[in-house]
């Protein structure tokens, strides 16, 4: 059964098992399963597709035999395709009691036997999640403009809008800053929303780091055919690099008096913003100590020899990021 995006907010969600969320709008994606978790009582289980797949009939057999899920389990599968379309057929057949699972999918076409299978069965829900619009953004930030009780005019709003790029999640991130700042100012002004804000464009800079940091080779490469990003970027792209590598750095020595790393994480200064916390967690893991001072230097040289040779720059990033990740990981 096909749910539209708006009407989601119209049902008690709790109240049915299946759910197929899918689509570009990771920000709505996870507004709902923050609603949804906020509210279910009992145990939440996260899987991605690809654990489950490893132990298919591991997993099977305990959902069937009823030993791992017991009274009342919530069962999210992110990164999900066609692949799992089977292993969730299977478990809706059987009617499985006290287990409602979700899955979460990126864009998937209208051919996509996941998809077709959640749309035309009568007992799941099938909601594609789309960009946002600009209305929508427009009212999201006011509604939280509203509750943390934060002055801007009219002019801000559309300006932290525009630059969204159709995104909640960016909105929400910039109105995060903004708030920590309103805890100093009264009033903030549109230059002050500039220099804080990140630029649209600056968010692919951030997700290609990001995505280096994360070791994830897939999306560096998406990311660079994706944009068409010039020398005049280089700078910008090695000082996010270098930042977010000291952030790193910064965080695992501290993790060696403070073993609590979500303690670190939570109370880091300048503040980790909950978008930014599981790739942080990510990165942390993917790299040794020994490993990130190397890259501190490693990107220091590279910044060297791009001031050297700017009109080189952007060859030398994309050569860079694409060849030190593949020796990092042999």
């Given at each position: 059964?096909?749910?539209?995006?708006?009407?989601?907010?119209?049902?008690?969600?709790?109240?049915?098992?299946y759910?197929?969320?899918y689509?570009?709008?990771?920000?709505?994606?996870?507004?709902?399963?923050?609603?949804?978790?906020?509210?279910?009582?009992?145990?939440?289980?996260?899987?991605?597709?690809?654990?489950?797949?490893?132990?298919?009939?591991?997993?099977?057999?305990?959902?069937?035999?009823?030993?791992?899920?017991?009274?009342?389990?919530?069962?999210?599968?992110?990164?999900?395709?066609?692949?799992?379309?089977?292993?969730?057929?299977?478990?809706?057949?059987?009617?499985?009691?006290?287990?409602?699972?979700?899955?979460?999918?990126?864009?998937?076409?209208k051919?996509?036997?996941?998809?077709?299978?959640?749309?035309?069965?009568?007992?799941?829900?099938?909601?594609?999640?789309y960009?946002?619009?600009?209305?929508?953004?427009?009212?999201?930030?006011?509604?939280?403009?509203?509750?943390?009780?934060?002055?801007?005019?009219?002019?801000?709003?559309?300006f932290?809008?525009e630059?969204?790029?159709?995104?909640?999640?960016?909105?929400?991130n910039?109105?995060?800053?903004?708030?920590?700042?309103?805890?100093?100012?009264?009033?903030?002004?549109?230059?002050?929303?500039?220099?804080?804000?990140?630029?649209?464009?600056?968010?692919?800079?951030?997700?290609?780091?990001?995505?280096?940091?994360?070791?994830?080779?897939?999306?560096?490469?998406?990311?660079?055919?994706?944009?068409?990003?010039?020398?005049?970027?280089c700078?910008?792209?090695?000082?996010?690099?270098?930042?977010?590598?000291?952030?790193?750095?910064?965080?695992?020595?501290?993790?060696?008096?403070?073993?609590n790393?979500e303690?670190?994480?939570?109370?880091?200064?300048?503040?980790?913003?909950?978008?930014?916390?599981?790739?942080?967690?990510?990165?942390?893991?993917?790299?040794?100590?020994?490993?990130?001072?190397?890259?501190?230097?490693?990107?220091?040289?590279?910044?060297?020899?791009?001031k050297?040779?700017?009109?080189?720059?952007?060859?030398?990033?994309?050569?860079?990021?694409?060849?030190?990740?593949?020796?990092?990981n042999?």
């Amino acid at each position: 059964m096909i749910l539209k995006s708006y009407e989601i907010q119209n049902i008690e969600i709790l109240n049915h098992k299946y759910y197929l969320l899918y689509g570009e709008n990771e920000g709505y994606k996870k507004d709902i399963l923050n609603k949804i978790k906020l509210k279910f009582e009992g145990d939440i289980f996260s899987y991605e597709e690809s654990e489950i797949l490893k132990e298919k009939d591991k997993f099977l057999e305990e959902c069937l035999n009823n030993s791992l899920f017991q009274n009342n389990k919530l069962i999210i599968i992110s990164k999900s395709s066609d692949k799992i379309q089977n292993v969730a057929e299977e478990i809706i057949k059987r009617e499985i009691k006290d287990i409602k699972i979700i899955l979460i999918a990126e864009k998937l076409e209208k051919k996509s036997k996941l998809r077709v299978f959640f749309e035309k069965n009568l007992n799941t829900f099938s909601v594609p999640l789309y960009e946002d619009n600009f209305q929508t953004l427009n009212t999201i930030a006011k509604k939280i403009i509203r509750e943390k009780n934060i002055n801007l005019s009219q002019q801000n709003i559309n300006f932290l809008v525009e630059r969204a790029r159709g995104d909640r999640n960016n909105l929400k991130n910039e109105l995060e800053k903004i708030e920590l700042l309103s805890q100093t100012r009264k009033k903030i002004n549109f230059e002050e929303i500039i220099k804080l804000s990140n630029l649209a464009e600056n968010y692919s800079f951030s997700d290609l780091v990001d995505s280096f940091l994360c070791k994830n080779r897939k999306n560096i490469i998406r990311i660079l055919n994706e944009n068409n990003f010039n020398n005049e970027d280089c700078i910008l792209i090695l000082k996010i690099f270098l930042s977010k590598i000291k952030r790193l750095i910064n965080i695992k020595k501290q993790n060696i008096k403070n073993k609590n790393l979500e303690d670190i994480i939570n109370h880091y200064k300048p503040p980790i913003f909950w978008k930014e916390k599981e790739l942080v967690r990510l990165q942390i893991k993917g790299w040794t100590a020994i490993q990130t001072q190397s890259l501190l230097i490693k990107v220091n040289n590279l910044e060297l020899q791009i001031k050297k040779l700017p009109h080189l720059g952007i060859i030398a990033i994309k050569n860079f990021l694409l060849n030190y990740l593949e020796k990092a990981n042999n």
